[in-house]
């Protein structure tokens, strides 16, 4: 079994569990750990909670420490330093005429290592760019073209609800979602109404999916004919969580039919 608690890395790019080796964060406060890349700083999201060695998927690392007093302020000092490197590479990016738009830039705790995430139509040769960035950071870099929802991931926002962005929040993982999704719910198929700011279907039309098709078993469809106690009729709309469906009886009468 292991104690983790869940981190937001950096500045909100990865969400991941740690085991706190024997520390004791609570949500909110900063966390240096063992990342991929190397030492990495991040946001505790929640309360410790034990789980099993089955559930572990992949590699499990630890929380190093507790962010001191000097720690928060290199993390202040990173976060402004990150700002003058985005410019620096935004402006090589300009002079070489390279088709891409840069989106974020990130860098290690230690800043040993710099990512850039850009999005571009289709595939870039960086090459040299790399070597001009390397040239003047004295660190690896590292540039990753990302896809739309990732970018939406990384810059942040509010959605529909008024709520940051689930992908900014908590989301760990993009998960597949269908247009099929919104028809089982009964949404409108009106873009606007169903995509993100990424453009793409809303990742929360995946959350109450397997609710729709448990309570939508046994429901007519709209404008299906169906018989009634009332005699035979139209279906105009289905009220899925209600299990309801309003009606239009030959005699151009409308009911509500109730299904068990």
């Known amino acids: 079994m292991h104690e983790v608690i869940m981190v937001k890395i950096?500045?909100?790019?990865?969400?991941s569990y740690y085991e706190t080796a024997g520390l004791h964060?609570?949500?909110?406060?900063?966390?240096?750990i063992e990342a991929e890349r190397g030492i990495e700083y991040g946001?505790?999201?929640?309360?410790?909670?034990?789980?099993?060695?089955a559930d572990i998927e992949g590699i499990l690392r630890k929380v190093i420490r507790i962010a001191t007093k000097e720690d928060s302020t290199k993390i202040e000092e990173n976060k402004k330093k990150i700002k003058e490197i985005y410019k620096v590479c935004e402006k090589k990016i300009e002079e070489r005429k390279l088709p891409m738009n840069l989106v974020d830039a990130d860098h290690s705790f230690d800043c040993s290592k710099i990512i850039f995430y850009f999005t571009a139509e289709d595939r870039v040769d960086f090459r040299d760019?790399?070597?001009?960035?390397?040239?003047?950071?004295?660190a690896r870099i590292e540039l990753?073209?990302?896809?739309?929802?990732d970018e939406a991931k990384l810059l942040g926002g509010f959605g529909h609800c008024g709520r940051?962005?689930?992908?900014?929040?908590?989301?760990?993982?993009?998960?597949?979602?269908?247009?099929?999704?919104a028809k089982d719910q009964n949404l409108p198929l009106n873009p606007?109404?169903?995509?993100?700011l990424c453009g793409r279907l809303m990742c929360c039309l995946g959350y109450e999916e397997s609710l729709y098709k448990k309570y939508s078993k046994g429901l007519p469809r709209a404008g299906q004919t169906i018989k009634t106690k009332e005699g035979s009729g139209k279906v105009l709309s289905?009220?899925?969580?209600?299990?309801?469906?309003?009606?239009?009886?030959e005699n151009e009468r409308q009911i509500e039919v109730e299904f068990k």
Do not use: H
């Open 10 to 15: 950096g500045e909100g790019r990865r969400i």
């Open 25 to 32: 964060p609570v949500a909110g406060n900063y966390v240096i």
């Open 43 to 53: 946001e505790v999201l929640s309360e410790p909670e034990v789980i099993l060695d």
């Open 129 to 138: 760019l790399v070597k001009d960035l390397a040239r003047l950071f004295k």
């Open 144 to 149: 990753k073209q990302i896809g739309v929802r």
């Open 164 to 181: 940051p962005l689930c992908c900014a929040s908590f989301l760990k993982d993009f998960e597949p979602i269908t247009i099929k999704m």
């Open 192 to 196: 606007s109404k169903i995509s993100g």
């Open 238 to 249: 289905v009220d899925i969580l209600k299990r309801k469906a309003l009606v239009e009886l």
